[in-house]
């Protein structure tokens, strides 16, 4: 079968840093990709990692290791409006297509004051 | 404004009564995409499609339909709603053929009773 797993809650505090991990097991894997959802809004988009790596975009790192089948999020300088949720995805894990995108049950990051 | 539409954004229903969510977008976008989201469940993807009368199932296509006669608009058809298909709905879009950067509509949120 196929799984992604993720923590279900993370909490910190302002200012500090947060990682977010991502475990995956699935039939194909072309990329791994996150999102963040506030509450009662619509998933969009933070990075995609393809290759082993960091990748950088401003407070937000995302990191991929394909040969552990292991990414994770970085978020630095939490501000409240980070709290939200985040959702890793894997492009080809639906039937290892490299068309379908599946996603991880998703990560609910508290920052408080 | 590039975005994507759904409509409408609420909807209660009866079992057995057909229904439509439309979806639209104004990229330009080649990809769409229907998920729906569950508590606990992350993002389930229900069906997508690659252009014009091009159309596949995802992981929950079990109670769907879809159609793409126009690239803009990417209709979920539901023939004959049950109890467990309320949940919230997601149109997404992407540009080009790969999946992994989606731009997603505003949600519809379907009660079936």
């Known amino acids: 079968g196929q799984s992604l797993e993720q923590p279900s809650e993370v909490t910190a505090v302002e200012g500090a840093i947060v990682q977010i991990n991502c475990t995956y097991q699935?039939?194909?894997?072309?990329?791994l990709s996150w999102y963040q959802q506030h509450d009662g809004g619509a998933p969009t988009f933070l990075s995609y990692?393809?290759?082993?790596g960091l990748e950088e975009t401003g407070r937000f790192s995302s990191f991929l290791s394909r040969s552990d089948s292991y990414g994770y999020l970085l978020l630095q300088e939490l501000q409240m409006k980070d709290s939200a949720s985040y959702f890793c995805a894997v492009r080809g894990g639906g039937a290892g297509s490299a068309r379908q995108l599946t996603f991880g049950s998703g990560t609910q990051l508290t920052v408080l004051p | 404004e590039a975005q994507v539409t759904q409509n409408p954004r609420y909807l209660i229903t009866v079992t057995g009564k057909k229904l439509t969510v439309t979806c639209s977008q104004n990229?330009?976008?080649?990809?769409m995409s229907w998920y729906r989201q569950d508590p606990g469940l992350g993002l389930r993807q229900i069906y997508y499609s690659m252009n014009v009368e091009v159309t596949d199932k995802g992981d929950v296509p079990e109670g769907y339909k879809v159609s793409r006669k126009e690239k803009r608009n990417f209709p979920l058809i539901l023939e004959s709603p049950s109890p467990n298909q309320t949940s919230l709905y997601f149109c997404a879009s992407s540009i080009g053929t790969s999946s992994y950067e989606q731009y997603f509509g505003p949600g519809t949120r379907l009660t079936v009773t």
């Open positions: 699935t039939s194909g894997f072309y990329g």
């Open positions: 990692n393809a290759l082993d």
């Open positions: 990229m330009n976008h080649e990809y």
